[in-house]
């Protein structure tokens, strides 16, 4: 061999060494973890079966908190019940920050009220809060819209005269017109087609995002973007509901009346108007589509993904779904809709829904965060921007809070007298400053729509329960359940 041909090979050798030695040493005293590659990070530790697997596994050598490379990029993994709570809820303002799903960022770029940060995040969170909070004890409360939808989902079930279908789409429009009443100040009829155009392109796009696929780009996104792949696919789809939602906005300035705001629309266009003058003002146009966006897309496809775990499970566990129906007939009776009054005498009702949340674990790393500044935590110093993922999977199935993690089991929430039973473990909405939006619409929503549900009907599978797959269909940023066939028997 030539020996400017060695010298080659040993100067590249030694450049590789180089890199490999200085890279774990870049950000400063973050957290254990495997030692990452050059420009691959952590790839040799990735399971095929996708980061939750991966991270549980790198877990088992580094303990409750530690750095894993996502190609270049280190990221802090908070896992446990309290690793999550120490940093989430005890050093809450540092790890308020927002870090990046890549492959939606290129619609989001950090506009809008959940993927945001700094003092844009602050006001557009005060201002959203505020508002949905104002139209869900206006005129007509959360609690009747969500009872009206629940009457209209009662009448669709009893159309189906006890025939098999899949109930997917039917969850996302009572779950999506109540976030849309809200939003857009109209309810949307399940016929109609552009309704259901956008709640295909919200499912869609969420199986994406959950995907194996997504969760490669995640790692290599800044080589990637450039290539065909899923996260074209999730752009067009987010780009062509923000074009709807654009359309609703114009017909909004069209017919807007100061004296009387309609939605959450309105009040978003008066404070634009009322702040025009203000240099550093956050109500601009495109922080008004994309927290539209936020709000419709995790009102819409959260609720509904819990109630087709939910139900998938009453028709796996039917002995739960009658010991529900038999305090229901206890407590409601059968005249009457269900109101947020009687989850008080559902101890029973209200552990199985809570249980549902744990066992779907439904967002199981968590939206990512990152810190705000420079933060010490647990011994390691995070300098600014680090991010960390609370793996809220790690607290929802933690052994130490619950007995059977891996098993259905609403005792998990009843104490010895059977009463509802609270844990610190149990987050499904994650905790701190960046907690869902939501929460308490979600819980409305599932606690009313679950309830006339199983009041008005008997639930069969036209399978047997023991051959019914709970496996979820993706598991990534996301869990997205099976598909299937469901029968509503009229009690």
Not at 48 to 59: A, C, E, T, W, Y
């Amino acid at each position: 061999m030539e020996p400017s041909v060695l010298l080659l090979l040993a100067l590249l050798v030694g450049f590789v060494l180089l890199l490999v030695r200085g890279y774990p040493k870049a950000r400063g005293h973050l957290p254990p973890g495997p030692r990452p590659l050059p420009l691959l990070g952590n790839l040799l530790q990735m399971d095929r079966g996708g980061f939750l697997n991966s991270f549980k596994r790198i877990r088992e050598k580094y303990g409750a908190v530690f750095t894993v490379h996502l190609g270049t990029r280190p990221v802090v993994m908070l896992y446990g019940t309290e690793a999550i709570r120490e940093a989430l809820v005890d050093q809450a303002e540092a790890f308020s920050g927002r870090g990046t799903i890549a492959v939606v960022e290129p619609i989001f770029r950090d506009y809008g009220v959940i993927f945001s940060n700094g003092e844009r995040w602050k006001v557009l969170r005060r201002f959203s809060l505020a508002t949905m909070r104002d139209f869900g004890m206006g005129k007509r409360s959360v609690e009747e819209r969500i009872q009206e939808e629940a009457r209209c989902l009662v009448e669709e079930f009893r159309k189906s005269q006890g025939a098999p279908l899949d109930p997917t789409f039917l969850f996302q429009c009572i779950t999506a017109n109540i976030i849309c009443s809200i939003v857009f100040g109209e309810r949307f009829d399940y016929k109609d087609r552009q309704f259901l155009r956008l709640l295909y392109l919200f499912y869609q796009s969420f199986s994406l995002i959950s995907s194996f696929s997504s969760q490669v780009f995640e790692l290599f996104s800044g080589f990637l973007k450039y290539f065909p792949g899923t996260h074209r696919q999730i752009s067009r789809n987010l780009q062509e509901i923000l074009d709807y939602i654009g359309q609703s906005v114009e017909k909004h300035q069209a017919t807007l009346d100061p004296s009387n705001p309609r939605d959450f629309i309105d009040t978003y266009l008066l404070r634009m108007e009322k702040e025009k003058s203000n240099q550093h003002m956050e109500f601009d146009h495109q922080n008004l589509l994309i927290s539209v966006l936020s709000l419709f897309f995790a009102g819409t496809e959260t609720s509904s993904t819990t109630l087709r775990y939910g139900f998938l499970l009453m028709l796996k566990y039917p002995h739960v779904a009658e010991k529900v129906q038999k305090e229901i007939d206890q407590v409601i009776g059968s005249h009457r809709l269900p109101t947020l009054e009687d989850r008080t005498k559902m101890p029973y009702t209200d552990a199985v829904i809570y249980e549902i949340q744990r066992f779907s674990d439904l967002v199981p790393i968590g939206v990512p965060h990152k810190v705000t500044k420079d933060t010490l935590f647990r011994g390691y110093l995070l300098p600014k921007n680090t991010e960390a993922y609370p793996i809220l999977s790690s607290a929802l199935h933690d052994p130490q809070y619950f007995e059977q993690p891996d098993t259905f089991n609403p005792d998990h929430f009843l104490d010895a007298n059977g009463a509802l039973k609270k844990s610190e473990a149990f987050m499904p909405f994650s905790l701190g400053k960046r907690i869902c939006l939501g929460e308490g619409i979600a819980r409305n929503e599932l606690f009313l729509f679950f309830t006339a549900i199983l009041q008005n009907f008997s639930l069969s599978s036209p399978m047997a329960a023991k051959d019914i797959d709970l496996t979820p269909k993706e598991s990534g940023f996301g869990k997205v359940p099976q598909t299937y066939q469901i029968c509503f028997l009229a009690r």
